[in-house]
């Protein structure tokens, strides 16, 4: 599913370098659900940022399904990551002038289909993650756990293959945080299709809900 080979990511920061991933190679295979965990500037992020498609490696290669990210044109990366490609992040994202019901659209909506069309679907994972009666509601009436559960709406809407979770609950307390969690973890799979799912954390609780579970630090796999 995704293959990382020899990837090299280095960010320049008041006159030197800082080197994010080192000679890092990694694969994830299909319906994985692979936990990341390292310290605070251990490379998770762009980890996560490099699967995605939102940045590109200054040396190695990322593949998708046999195919590098790099070779792609950016409107081939912009539809994989609406279509293929599902994101949670740690402080939502959420538009907050759309409701929640057009927050879990708009992936949809953007690739052109129409909100009236892609109701069912909306509603059925608003109603997945306990959030029926919340619809109407703009993000600011939501508790962060209940706006957590709109983004994992958001990010399975278009049927992804793959879902990249970044610290999903480290903007939660600990009980919202597993309860969110298991939230995830069940709708990965809940419609019988096998998502790949993976997730960098700081946290060992978090991590107890993946298959496997890889060390990040400096750069590199421990």
């Given at each position: 599913m995704i293959r990382f080979e020899k990837v090299r990511k280095v960010f320049p920061q008041g006159g030197r370098e800082i080197v994010a991933l080192d000679d890092l190679s990694l694969e994830i295979g299909e319906g994985e659900f692979v936990v990341v965990m390292g310290p605070s500037g251990s490379g998770k992020s762009t980890l996560l940022h490099l699967a995605g498609g939102l940045d590109?490696?200054?040396?190695?290669?990322?593949?998708?399904?046999?195919?590098?990210?790099?070779?792609?044109?950016?409107?081939?990366?912009?539809?994989?990551?609406?279509?293929?490609?599902?994101?949670?992040?740690?402080?939502?994202?959420?538009?907050?002038?759309?409701?929640?019901?057009?927050?879990?659209?708009?992936?949809?909506?953007?690739?052109?289909?129409?909100?009236?069309?892609?109701?069912?679907?909306?509603?059925?994972?608003?109603?997945?993650?306990?959030?029926?009666?919340?619809?109407?509601?703009?993000?600011?009436?939501?508790?962060?756990?209940?706006?957590?559960?709109?983004?994992?709406?958001?990010?399975?809407?278009?049927?992804?293959?793959?879902?990249?979770?970044?610290?999903?609950?480290?903007?939660?307390?600990?009980?919202t945080g597993r309860e969110i969690l298991e939230v995830l973890r069940r709708l990965i799979g809940g419609d019988g299709r096998r998502r790949t799912v993976l997730m960098a954390t700081h946290n060992a609780a978090a991590a107890e809900y993946g298959d496997r579970t890889l060390l990040l630090r400096d750069g590199r796999l421990q």
């Open positions: 590109l490696p200054d040396a190695g290669r990322v593949t998708v399904d046999g195919t590098s990210m790099a070779e792609m044109t950016d409107r081939e990366l912009t539809l994989l990551r609406r279509r293929r490609i599902g994101f949670v992040f740690q402080f939502f994202n959420l538009i907050p002038t759309l409701s929640v019901e057009e927050n879990v659209a708009l992936p949809l909506l953007l690739d052109g289909e129409r909100l009236r069309g892609a109701r069912d679907r909306v509603h059925k994972l608003l109603d997945d993650v306990g959030l029926a009666d919340r619809r109407g509601h703009l993000p600011e009436q939501l508790s962060g756990g209940e706006m957590q559960r709109v983004a994992i709406a958001r990010a399975l809407v278009t049927n992804p293959a793959l879902v990249l979770a970044d610290e999903p609950t480290g903007n939660l307390d600990s009980v």
